[in-house]
């Protein structure tokens, strides 16, 4: 099994940044796929980036695309989202998921994720 723990959410400004860390255990990030996904209340999950690092293979939801980047450390066992020109509407809990699968498209469904972390707020207000 797959172990996440987010960090890195908070309050912030519009059109600032932030970066949120998802630290794996269990198994190594260069096996798994790892996606981060949002969800405000009252909306669907959403998803938001995804990487595999053995290809770095990445993925961007289209409402994050060109504003935020995604990363790994192999080392500490980590996947990083940063993210740049943040709006109001950026707000909500962000989720990292995990998933065994490492074959074909990189996934971006949250039913195709099998571990997912206990997530972290994101609040972006004037």
């Known amino acids: 099994q797959v172990q996440l723990v987010e960090s890195g959410g908070g309050s912030v400004q519009p059109g600032d940044s932030l970066g949120l860390s998802c630290a794996a255990s269990g198994r190594s990030i260069d096996s798994i796929t790892v996606g981060w996904f949002r969800q405000a209340p009252g909306k669907e999950r959403e998803f938001v980036a995804g990487m595999r690092w053995r290809t770095r293979s990445t993925r961007f939801g289209n409402s994050v695309k060109g504003r935020l980047t995604i990363s790994g450390d192999n080392a500490k066992n980590t996947v990083f989202l940063q993210m740049n020109s943040l709006r109001p509407e950026d707000t909500a809990v962000y989720y990292c998921?995990?998933?065994?699968?490492?074959?074909?498209?990189?996934?971006?469904?949250?039913?195709?994720?099998?571990?997912w972390g206990q997530g972290t707020q994101v609040n972006v207000s004037s």
């Open positions: 998921a995990a998933s065994l699968s490492y074959s074909g498209i990189l996934m971006t469904s949250a039913g195709s994720y099998d571990y």
